[in-house]
């Protein structure tokens, strides 16, 4: 597995794409969602755990450096053959006990916060007329979310918010 660290694959395959795919179908899932504008403001909500989870995981990198000497030190006077089975089974748990409750937080607090959204302002979705289309463009941003290139974040904003204004300013113009 230590060859994967020679070819810059972190970088360019986005690896916590799941966690908004797995958001936004847990969230579509409970308010029992159909149409493609509620659909939309779920997705849009959850892109930025894509991004959220790469960094979780250049934190867990970080961490992961001292468990590095450790198995430098082992590797020239090994004692103990569990040492490198200890330090891969601490860092897996580390990485999946953060993720999860990182997911699980943000499902919950997501959850109250569309329950007063849909609740409160469901009409204004609709008026968007948001179509099928949209969403699967939608979908494919979120894998932009998680690749590690600030550039790619600043081009994503600006176009979502572009997207956003023109969406949003003629639901406004005609009601005044």
């Not at 176009?159 to 009601?175: D, K, M, T």
Request: no cysteine; proline share 6%; charged share 10%.
């Amino acid at each position: 597995m230590f060859w994967l660290d020679l070819i810059p694959a972190g970088t360019f395959i986005p690896p916590h794409l799941a966690a908004s795919t797995f958001a936004s179908l847990a969230l579509t899932s409970w308010f029992h969602l159909s149409n493609p504008a509620h659909i939309m403001v779920v997705m849009f909500a959850s892109m930025p755990l894509a991004w959220v989870g790469a960094k979780i995981e250049g934190l867990a990198r970080e961490r992961q450096r001292r468990h590095y000497n450790r198995l430098l030190n082992w590797a020239r006077k090994p004692s103990d053959p569990n040492v490198p089975g200890s330090i891969i089974l601490r860092s897996i748990f580390t990485m999946f006990a953060a993720s999860w409750a990182l997911f699980l937080v943000t499902i919950l607090v997501f959850q109250q916060v569309f329950s007063f959204i849909f609740s409160s302002f469901s009409t204004l979705f609709l008026a968007l007329n948001i179509q099928w289309p949209h969403l699967w463009i939608a979908a494919t941003l979120g894998g932009v979310m998680a690749l590690r290139v600030k550039r790619a974040y600043a081009i994503l904003a600006v176009g979502i918010g572009f997207v956003l204004f023109f969406s949003i300013l003629p639901v406004f113009a005609w009601q005044s």
